[in-house]
């Protein structure tokens, strides 16, 4: 790992320190987010802001670069104010951010995409593995938790809410949550009663997930192999065949529709 200094934020950064930390460690963290329903008590930028810490956190500790947060999904849960973008629209960015960023002569690119709805992901590895063969890049593209326990990875539940009162506790507001809990459709709740989160399990799951990402990150840029990433999309892509197979029939946008339809 380099030294804590050499790291920055890209946007902060002139073509002297840009240059000089990019040639150290050419290590891009990519946040990801979206504008979507998290229920009553969080805001709209959950998943931005949980990408972003994580990020920041593991930049601090591996050194390297740190992108803006980005906060366009592809299939948000529908809610009047979830905003989405076409499937196609955001596979041609992610094209084009991991085509100029190997242009830019950064080896290992880490996008941590905090919203990871299934069409969202499975998009998002066909994204990653695509540019490793054409760009020549290492991608590591996942969702905060997912190296951590994939149980924890919920929605608008206990380990989201527990991650926000980490991350930004005044934007938590418990108190605006029914109880008991109504259905999905009505809460946007998946998983476990967010009444039980705390900003101390959040901290704990936050410094796991960062200790994770910094694990990765180091192998990757030390060793320079995709195989671990090639098996963990391989993995990854298994846990989401069943809503393959029952809600995909051509369209991403169609399949979260007719999945969120039965939550209830």
Not at 47 to 75: N, S
Request: overall charge negative.
């Amino acid at each position: 790992m380099t030294d804590t200094s050499r790291w920055g934020r890209y946007t902060e950064l002139g073509p002297v320190e840009l240059a000089a930390i990019v040639d150290a460690t050419p290590l891009a963290y990519v946040p990801w987010g979206a504008l979507e329903w998290h229920g009553a008590h969080l805001p709209f930028g959950v998943d931005g802001f949980i990408a972003e810490a994580v990020c920041e956190g593991a930049a601090q500790r591996t050194g390297g670069i740190v992108l803006p947060t980005t906060w366009w999904p592809i299939t948000a849960l529908p809610h009047r104010f979830s905003l989405s973008v076409q499937s196609d629209t955001v596979q041609a960015l992610w094209d084009g951010i991991f085509s100029a960023l190997a242009q830019a002569r950064f080896r290992v690119v880490i996008l941590i995409s905090g919203h990871y709805a299934q069409g969202h992901e499975l998009v998002l590895m066909d994204a990653a593995e695509y540019a490793m063969t054409q760009y020549n890049l290492l991608v590591l593209a996942v969702p905060p938790m997912a190296l951590v326990d994939e149980n924890m990875l919920d929605h608008a539940a206990h380990w989201e809410t527990a991650l926000m009162q980490a991350v930004h506790p005044r934007l938590v507001h418990l108190e605006y949550l029914e109880d008991p809990i109504p259905p999905p459709t009505v809460s946007a709740i998946l998983g476990q009663d967010p009444h039980l989160a705390t900003p101390q399990q959040g901290e704990s799951a936050l410094r796991l997930a960062t200790e994770r990402i910094v694990a990765s990150a180091s192998q990757l840029l030390q060793q320079g192999h995709s195989h671990m990433l090639h098996e963990l999309y391989s993995r990854r892509r298994a846990r989401y065949r069943a809503y393959v197979e029952h809600y995909f029939r051509g369209s991403w946008e169609e399949a979260i529709q007719s999945w969120w339809s039965k939550q209830s």
